[in-house]
């Protein structure tokens, strides 16, 4: 498995969720990993992403200032760390994989997708 998303949930309103994606290597290395969701009747949306070498990273503006992402070299694993989440935050989470950071604005492309995970922001 080259991507695989964990750490979706049930939360209240306001509350605080850690995403996971475990990459493998080579991938983990030299591509920039990120997050896309789909909530019910709607379209994919970008989330967040982050290059390579973490040098650069991109929000969508619902999540900038709510979510973070992160890379942990030592785990190969990228964590989208998401505060203050909303109802409207309830969506299956999907990690996914670009050689190209820019490359998160075209979903069609991406290269490596993981599995969903779900998460529900309800009270």
């Known amino acids: 498995v080259q991507l695989q998303a964990s750490g979706g949930g049930l939360v209240q309103p306001g509350g605080s969720l850690r995403l996971s994606c475990a990459v493998s290597e080579p991938i983990f290395s030299t591509y920039a990993v990120g997050w896309f969701r789909r909530a019910p009747g709607k379209e994919r949306e970008f989330v967040s992403a982050i290059s390579w070498n973490g040098g650069q990273i991109n929000y969508e503006d619902s999540v900038r200032g709510r979510f973070t992402i992160s890379k942990d070299n030592a785990k190969s694993t990228v964590y989208l760390q998401m505060n203050s989440l909303k109802p409207e935050d309830t969506a299956v989470y999907y990690c996914?994989?670009?050689?190209?950071?820019?490359?998160?604005?075209?979903?069609?492309?991406?290269?490596?997708w993981g599995e969903g995970t779900q998460v529900t922001v309800s009270s």
């Open positions: 996914a994989a670009h050689s190209q950071l820019g490359g998160f604005l075209f979903p069609d492309d991406m290269e490596y």
